[in-house]
Each structure stands twice: as C-alpha cells, then as structure tokens.
C-alpha cells in the first residue's frame, strides 16, 4: 500500500470514448471522476453520471482486471473505488485504463473509458555546452531527450536567442531502424562552411522537451557564444568566465557567482570569493590579477583584494579604475575622492579629492607603479610629483602611459582631440575623432594607436617611435579599439606596432602599408602578451593564429572534416542540479572607455567582505611576464571550444 501513496504523475489528455454500441442505444455515460489523469495515491475514486429513457439497472467500472459495482447516490451520479492494494503488487508505471459500463433495465447499455497514468519523471535532457561556452569550427550544437519508460520523447526543441537574431531548432524524428527510437536527437546542421547558428552572437539557450504526458521540461543555459574563425585556437578553458590571464593564472568567475583564480598548469582552482547576484548582475564584475593574487570589483560597490591568501576590503561604495602590478587606483563611486591602494601593504594614499565634482577621475599606472590621471576639471594631466602635460579646452579624459611616453584626449562636446607627450617634454597633436569615448587611445613601446576622422567615421591610426603617423584602417563602418576595463590603452598593441581593432562587428590586425587582416568576430577581447595576441572568449582562452600558420590550417581542416566521435553530450541536468562534466569531454573534436560590445559574460553579482567562501586551494602564482601557451597538442585538442567575455563601459557623462 505504500508504494502507491508514493506516486507522483503528471496530467496529460485523457481519452473518453463512446462504444459503437452505445452510440446506437438510448443509454448515456459520462465519467466525472476520476477528474485527474494520473495515479497518485492507493484509491481511484470513480463517479459517472449514467441516464437513459429506461431505468438504470447496473453500473460497474473496470480496471486492470478489477471490477466494481458503482452505488447510486442521492445527487443522481454513480460512485465507488478502486483499491489498488487488491491488485497484489505494484501498478507498473505506465498508462492504464478505466472503463465504465451503463446498463438500462432493457439491456442498452454504454461504455465510457479515461486514461490514466502511473508516472515516474519527467524525461532527462542532455545537451554539450556549459554556461559561457563558445561554439568553434568543428563543434556543433548537439541535444538529447532521454525519457523514462514506458514513455517516448514526443518533442525536442533548442532556442538560442540574442540581440541580433534567434534561431529555432527542432528535434530530427527517428526511424524505425533508430536504436532508440524513443528518444529524440538535435543536431545543429552544417552546410559547406556554415552552420544553422550564426557565429559572432552571444545567445541564451533554452531548451524543452515532453513525452507527451509530464510537463515540458524547460532548461535555460547561457550565455552561449559562437564564434567559428580557424584564427582561433584554444589553449585552455577555465571553470568560468575569464577576467584577467597572465602567464600561470587565470582570473576566473563562474555561473554561479565564484571568483576564483586558477593555475594554468594544474588547472586547480583557488576560490577567493563568492559575488551574490543582488544587487546588479554578475556581468557587472571585473578584476585583475596582482603579484600576490587579485582585486576585483563587485556588484554592491565593494572593491575587494586576495593577496597572500588572505582576502581584504579595499573600500566601499568605491569604483576601481587601474590596475599594475601591486598598485591600484580606485575612486568613491561619486568621484569625489582618488585614492592610489598598495594591495600588498594595504595603506591607500590619496590622490585627489574635489567634493561635488561633475567626475569622472580616471588614471592610469606605469609598470613602476607611477600614476597620471586626469578629471574633467582640469585642463592638464597630472603626473608624479603633480607635474602637468597638456592645457586643452575640454573635459580631460583618461592619460595612458607606458612609462615612457603619455597620451591624452580632451573633449569639447563635439570632438576629442588627442595629443602625445614625449619623454622629452614635447606635445605633439595626433588628431580629432568624432567620439566623447575615451578609449581612443594605445601606446605600447613608443607606438601610439589613435582614433582619427575621416570626416564621416573614425578611422585608426599608428603613430611610430620614429614620429610617422600612418592610417591603418580605411573602411565606411566606424573604426574602434578593442579595449577592456582595468586594461584601456594597452592590450591592443603589439611591439612592432601591429594594431587591434574593431569594425561592423568583426576584429582586424593593422600594420602600416598593409590592408587590415580580418581574424575572427569582435566577441571577446584582444590582449597581446609575450609575443602573441590572444583572445579570451567568456571561458575560454584563444591564441590568435596568423592566417599562414599550422593551427589555422589545422582548424580550418577540422571545421570540413568528418564528424562523428568528437560530438558527445557532455551536460546534463539532473533535478535543477547541473553536472558539469570534465572539460576533456568537451573536446569533442571603463568605466566610460568602452565600445558598445557584446556582453558575453550574462552572470551576475556582488562579494561583499562577509561572503561565503568555497573551500580555498593552497597558493596562488607570483605575478610576472606572460610565458609560451602550451604546446602543438593541447593547440590541436582545444578546436572544439571557445567562450566569449566580452565587457562594456561605464557610461559617462
């Protein structure tokens, strides 16, 4: 008996039917109770309202062999039950019919039938990506519906949607010869070298599935990326979005609001935080790595460090604006107060305080942990020792230095005009781009990257140590840098001057006298580092191949070969539980400064100084010089992933 007070079921149509008999007497029947389709306790109540010119003689109902005589009751209906402990054993799970049959003191007689069901669970989906996920070439979306017999999957379906478009899939129906036909079986198609989901587009992905009897079991995962460039190589996924990378560690938060940073040669990961998803979402986080471990930003306006294995609140209601070495520099979040924070020593000195201004205050830090900054009040860029570069009309937006030369932008309204300041003490106009956006600006090894108009859109331009200046891009799309919070003015560079940059969508290399190279979509961000660019896509991270290189033929040919063996589900959820499988089987085969990308971390958050924390890994890594990416074989079994963590700006006013 108790195994039938343990059923759990859920509604589906029932079928009632008139026989061919009753249809040609003068009996009716029609069944009220049971008014559920499934089996949920021992008893199945029965109740039918039977009628006919005659007299009703006999009312009985069957079920599974058991057959009872339903009393007359004073309101005029029929009623009894069945108990199903006279059955001997348990109901097997399925559907199971009750019949009623109404007979008139002449013999008519109707009969009237409801299906019921012992239901188990719903039916399990399996899919193969993971929150911040990238599709590459070579992987395609794949999905399953796995029901619970006796019952058969009736309908599969994934929808990815995004700000650029969505696209539907449907389940493939099985055939007869199908191993397990019950099931049901996406896979996202691939025509030539294009497939049914558009690369360059951050997606949420819901997927449903019903057997026809339960509920539909609805998933929700993102954000998903797609981006299917052969430039792109992986070199190693994180358990998260990635925030910040350097030679041995990586900056990570993931799905459910862990900040963590992980060692790029073991993989192990040290959680120093958990971020709620109160106050804004977990997108709204950023960070950078320290010597001593990492500072970060949360959703509730906390600015929080681990240094040494200990973490510490840096202030509150604050904004962090820069990031090197040891140093950082942060800002109340009314732009009243500039503090410069040592993250080892934990002391902060003040930079600037100006009450009740019309803000912003935004820095940036050399490599010996010197600071310029500027704010909108003042004409000039503040150095160390407060020496001043520049006297411009306008309101002064963010300096970026490499140490040895400084530039700037001022902004009249209309147009910012961008200037250098060399180590020598000179000023030297670069140009006038019709953008208030600060993140106009790259210097890296005495070249300087900067927006220029062409009179319709901005254009990009190189200025070399030499003192040439060379147009880089010249399209009829607007031009703009690649430029990430914590990192404005610096990663888009490489040594010999090579630029990153971004148009109508799409990421391009520059170099002088040469026409850009288009490498992948503008998902994600850029960062040259020890000699190569790469690219970071929410979990993922990329090294970009030139177009001549074994890896990019390699993935190139992986993205036409064959598919079969690399293609698995690795994702399930059991419950509201996810299961996240290893990620070898996977590999199936400015604030104000920035542009208006994608946002493809889709998480939320906020860590505050009495959050809860994982269980910590012994260590971190010592900050220091980007080493070489691993080698040709993790290179060639990376091509199947890739994740997207593109970040925007702080609006500005």
């Known amino acids: 008996m108790q195994a039938y007070r343990r059923y759990v079921g859920t509604a589906i149509a029932f079928v009632l039917s008139l026989s061919a008999e009753a249809a040609e ?12 389709t499934f089996i949920e306790s021992d008893t199945i109540p029965v109740r039918v309202a039977a009628s006919s010119p ?13 057959v009872i005589e339903l009393t007359p009751t004073e309101d005029g209906y029929f009623e009894g039950s069945f108990d199903l402990g006279e059955l001997g054993g348990d109901l097997p799970y399925g559907p199971h019919v009750v019949t009623v049959d109404a007979f008139s003191t002449f013999g008519e007689w109707a009969s009237a039938q409801r299906t ?6 719903p039916p399990t989906l399996g899919w193969n990506v993971l929150p911040n996920d990238t599709l590459t070439a070579g992987w395609r979306f794949d999905a399953k519906c796995i029901p619970t017999p006796p019952y058969q999957c009736q309908s599969l379906t994934a929808f990815f949607t995004s700000a650029e478009g969505n696209v539907t899939l449907g389940h493939e129906e099985p055939s007869s010869s199908s191993p397990s036909p019950e099931r049901l079986h996406i896979k996202e198609r691939r025509y030539g070298n294009s497939y049914e989901i558009p690369s360059g587009r951050t997606y949420t992905l819901t997927i449903q599935a019903s057997d026809g009897v339960g509920p539909i079991v609805t998933r929700t995962i ?7 460039s052969p430039r792109l190589t992986v070199v190693q996924r994180a358990p998260g979005a990635i925030l910040d990378f350097d030679a ?7 799905h459910r609001g862990r900040i963590g940073i992980v060692d790029r040669a073991t993989e192990a990961a040290t959680w120093i935080g958990t971020i709620s998803q109160e106050d804004a979402p977990l997108s709204a986080v950023y960070g950078a790595l320290t010597p001593s471990g990492a500072v970060y930003q949360t959703t509730n306006g906390y600015i929080l460090s681990w240094a040494d294995g200990t973490r510490s609140t840096v202030a509150r209601t604050a904004r962090l604006d820069a990031v090197n070495g040891d140093t950082a520099v942060f800002t109340t979040t009314d732009d009243d107060w500039g503090f410069a924070r040592s993250l080892s020593a934990g002391t902060n000195t003040l930079l600037w305080s100006s009450p009740g ?17 500027g704010t909108y009040e003042s004409a000039s860029i503040v150095g160390p020792g407060g020496a001043l570069l520049g006297d411009h009309e306008g309101n002064l937006q963010r300096p970026i230095t490499d140490g040895t030369i400084v530039a700037g932008r001022w902004w009249d309204g209309r147009t910012s005009s961008s200037y250098l300041y060399t180590a020598d003490g000179d000023e030297e106009f670069l140009g006038d781009s019709i953008t208030g956006n600060s993140a106009g600006l790259l210097v890296r090894a005495g070249h300087v990257a900067f927006l220029k108009s062409d009179g319709a859109v901005n254009q990009v331009w190189l200025r070399t140590p030499d003192g040439e200046q060379h147009p880089i891009s010249s399209f009829t799309t607007p031009s ?9 003015g610096h990663d888009g560079l490489d040594d010999a001057g090579g630029v990153i940059f971004l148009s109508a969508g799409k990421r391009y290399i520059g170099r002088p006298g040469a026409q850009p190279d288009h490498v992948n979509t503008d998902l994600g961000h850029a960062r040259w580092l020890d000699g190569s660019f790469y690219v970071t896509i929410g979990n993922t991270l990329f090294q970009l191949a030139s177009e001549d290189s074994p890896a990019a033929r390699l993935a190139a040919a992986a993205a036409l070969a064959p598919e079969g063996a690399r293609e698995v589900l690795s994702t399930a959820f059991a419950g509201d539980e996810l299961l996240d499988a290893p990620a070898s089987a996977r590999d199936l085969h400015e604030p104000d400064a920035l542009p208006e990308l994608t946002d493809g971390s889709g998480l939320t958050g906020d860590a505050d100084a009495g959050g809860d924390l994982a269980p910590a890994a012994a260590g971190c890594s010592a900050s220091g010089p980007a080493g070489s990416p691993p080698g040709a074989a ?6 199947a992933g890739l994740l997207a963590l593109a970040r925007r700006g702080r609006p500005r006013s």
């Open 480 to 488: 703009q840098f690649d430029q990430a919070k914590l990192r404005v």
């Open 116 to 121: 019921l069901h012992r239901y188990s669970t």
């Open 634 to 639: 993790a290179l060639a079994a990376a091509l």
């Open 25 to 36: 007497a003068a009996v009716t029947v029609e069944m009220v109770e049971p008014s559920n």
């Open 222 to 228: 993102g954000p998903i990326h797609v981006d299917r």
């Open 54 to 66: 005659d007299d009703i003689y006999y009312v009985e109902a069957e079920f599974e062999g058991l």
């Open 357 to 373: 201004s019309r803000s912003p205050f935004q820095a940036d830090i050399t490599d010996s942990g010197e600071i310029y900054y």
């Open 248 to 254: 041995t560690r990586l900056l990570v938060l993931d």
